[in-house]
Structures are given as structure tokens and as C-alpha cells.
């Protein structure tokens, strides 16, 4: 058994930044894999700040998609590289306790107080106790639920699934953002930056299609705009064929695009053999941020006492409904592998909980998921080993995608209306008057419970922008 007054569950940006606000105190960080590999540090493009631009010209800052000024600083296109780094660095300085490669399996919770987590030493297969005053997630988020993704693999949403069931409710995981440029084939992300610094979309006729649908911002115009463009020229025929548009960026000239963009350059060299200087990038939409996640207030509290999330696996609602991933199974020798189960999961996320939804596909969808649930109970690992057993702790993350893939399609089933990333083919509309509200779904034995909560406006009424 392990003791700390705080256990910081996650190393990304922001485990790492809540681990340092408590530096002082006798405070631990307990990660699924090493702080320097979560998910933050495949951050590219920046992040916003309104600073104005400092007179020493020592912060930069460029225009990001759906923004009325250059807010987003940056550090070329390797931005969270570089603060996971630094905040890693700081961590160290500031003698921060860490436990890589354990992954948390349960938050101990008795009379709604959380008094600390369990966890399964992935090194050597042990599950062990973690005592602790308080608990703050920063588990991240739940994009490889679906098969077009740009998160990394580990983002499986896992710590919310253990929250959830735990007790916190989920909130609004309807809201998946879909970034529209992945590269085609792979889904790495091609920053929103690279239109920032003035790349722009054609389709297979030349056409720079954006003019159509947001005549004001063109290529910046806000992500979930964007890609129902893309997905609607490929729709209707205007894509190249497999389904792709070109991201085109060579009147740049090649010194600008090697000194903003290098890594852009190399993705685009490495994965796709184009060198973007000469040749257009093809692109197409993947799923890229959760803004759905474990219901918490500003001060990341939720509804279990001593128990706090942040960062993606949170829903704080910063973002609204748009933002500018058992040992039992060691004894089943029978039934089906794990992982036939979650490709057939990603596959239905990808085909009818994907850009564009109707009551039809969700509907296929959950009866897909709770059919995946069912069959779940009989799957096995083939590794029984203790030590490093991937194939076991990837197991044990799908039973936490299925809840996770169940409350988002349970979610946009009911909102019966369009807003932000969240599109209805059968209702196209914003409902202000039924859906200016959020969703939480909580856990039960049974079958979730859908509820909802008022929005909290503050300065500004929600409005309708023309892009
Ligand atoms: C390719 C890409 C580029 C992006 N670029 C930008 C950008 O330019 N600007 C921007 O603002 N945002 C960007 N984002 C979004 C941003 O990077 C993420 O929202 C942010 O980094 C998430 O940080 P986090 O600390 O919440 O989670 P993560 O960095 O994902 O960290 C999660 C941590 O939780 C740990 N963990 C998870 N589950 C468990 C468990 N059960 N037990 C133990 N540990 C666990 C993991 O090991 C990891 O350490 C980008 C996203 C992607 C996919």
C-alpha cells in the first residue's frame, strides 16, 4: 500500500500542471506510460492566449480557425514537445514522486468520499493500493474509440470509464471534435496552423470548396465547419478517390515552411512520401478532441468528494459544444480475442457516430456497442504473462471504451438538434429552447441514466454567427 496526501493520476500537461501548483506537498503522479510519452506532447500548432504580442517580440502568436486575432503562441509546430519537457523538468526539480506504467483500475470510494485509487503495476503485474487525501485525474481523452483518430493510441478514455463507474457522471460526450486535416491513410494530424500560416483546401477540380461554405473565413473557419466541408465535397463525388481533399501550402515558398512547419514537412515526407514545399498534402477528417469527459465545476471538483478531474478526460465546459484516449481474463482460454471486439467498436464509430448522424446509424450503433458489451464477458488475452503484458492492460481499457462509445451514443440520440461538432442530418437546427442544456449520463448496473444541467452563461448570450 502506497500513501500520499495527493495522487495525480496522469503525466500529461495537465497532471504534470496540477502536480506542480501542489509541489510543496507530499504529492505523487501515477501514469499509464512514461510523462514524456502522454499524449501532450504530440500537441503541434499552440495554444491561445489574448497577449497582444510582447515588445521584445518574445512571444509569437498566429491565427488558429475561428479566431478574430493571432492568438495561438507557439513553438514552431511542436508546441506540447516543448512545454511537456519543461513542465517534466520542473516536475523533477521539484522532487514530484512518479509512478510510470501503472495503470488505474479503480477509485476507492466509500460514503461519496474518495480516499484513493487502485492500481496494476504494469511492470510486474501486481495490483496495489494508493492512499491518498485527494485524487485528481488527468487521464486524457477518448478519441481511439474510433479508428480515424489523431490521438495516440493510449488515449482509450479509460480513466473516465473508471471514474464513471465509480459514480461521476459523464458529461456531454456526445460533443466529439473531428479535426479536418488528418493525413490520409494514417490520421496524423496536419495542424490547423499550416491554414493559419495560409494553407488552403482544394478538391480533385482545383476548387478552393471553403469560398462555398464559410465565404468570410475561408480555411480558418471553426474545425467542425471545416470538416463538413470536407466530408460533403467527398460525398458528393469532389474528392480525390478513397476519400481525401488536398491541403495545399506550396506558394509558402520552401523557407517558410521549413521554419514554421518542419514537422509538418517530415510527417507529410515520412508517412506519405510527399514533400508539401513541391506537392499538396491529401487530407481528410479524423476525430481529434473530447469535449465531453468527467462532469467536474471550475475549481475541478465533481461530485465525489476528494475526488477532481482536468485536462481532456474533464468536461469543466470551457469549450461548449465545440472546442476552438481483469485479471479474470487471464483464465479464459475460449471465446474470441479482444481486439476482433474493438475493431469491430472503432469501425461503428467511425461509420454512424462519425461528422454527420441521424437517429437511424446511433440507433445501429448502440445496438452494435451493447451486442460488443455482451460479447466482452467471454473474451481472452493470449499473453498470460505478468511482465509488460500490453495485450492485457489494452483488454482491460476496451471494457472502458465500450461504457465510453455507449454514453456518447446515448447522448447524441437524445439531443435532437445540431450544435457545434454534434450534427443531426435529421435535425439540422440549433434548439435553443430544448438543448441549451447539458447531458450526464450516469452508471448503473442496468442500463446508463440519461440526465441533464442548465448552462452556466456568463458575459456573453450564446449567438449565430455567419462564417
Ligand atoms: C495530434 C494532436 C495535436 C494537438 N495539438 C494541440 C494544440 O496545438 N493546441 C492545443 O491546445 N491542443 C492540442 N491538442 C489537444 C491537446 O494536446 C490535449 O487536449 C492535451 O494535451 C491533453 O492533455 P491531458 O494532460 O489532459 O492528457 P494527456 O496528455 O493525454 O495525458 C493523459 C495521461 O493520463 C495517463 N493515463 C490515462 N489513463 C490512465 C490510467 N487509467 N491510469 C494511469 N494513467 C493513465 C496517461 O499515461 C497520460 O500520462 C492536440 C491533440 C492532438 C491529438
New binding site residues.
Partial sequence: MFKHDIII?????????AALAARGADVA???????L????????????AALGKTDEGKIAQRPFGGAGFPR?A?SQ?R??HAL?HTMYEQALINSIKFY?E????RLVVNNGRCSG?V?YNIENGKIEGFLAKAVI?????Y?RIYKR????I???G??CA?AYRSGAALEDMEFVQF?PTTLYGTN??I???VRGEGGFLTNKNGERFMERYSPHLLDLAPRDIVARAIKTEINEGRGFEGGYVHLDLTHLGARKIKERLPGIRQIAMDFANIDPVREPIPVQPGQ???MGGIASNKKCETAISGFFA?????CISVHGAN?L?GNSLLDKNEGEPFFKLRDELKATMDENVGIFRDEQRLTAALTKIRELKVRYKNVYVRNKGNVFNQELVNAI?LE?MLDIAEAICIGALARKESRGSHYRLDHQERDDVNWLRHTLVSYTQDVPVIGHKPVNITMYEPERREY
Avoid at 9 to 17: C, E
Avoid at 137 to 141: E, Q
Avoid at 149 to 152: E, L, R, V
Wanted: charged fraction near 10%; charge should be neutral.
Fill in positions: 493520476v496522469g503525466g500529461g500537461l495537465a497532471g504534470l500542471r503522479v501515477i501514469s499509464r506510460v512514461h510523462p510519452r502522454s499524449h501532450s506532447v504530440a500537441a503541434q500548432g499552440g495554444i491561445n495561438t507557439y509546430d508546441t506540447g511537456l510510470a501503472w495503470l488505474v483500475m485509487v492500481g485525474f488527468a487521464t486524457g481523452g478519441g483518430s489523431t490521438n495516440s493510449i488515449n482509450t479509460y480513466g473508471v479535426h496524423i494530424l495542424t490547423e496552423g481529434h478532441y473530447s482536468c485536462g481532456e478526460c474533464s472546442r484516449g481499457e472502458g
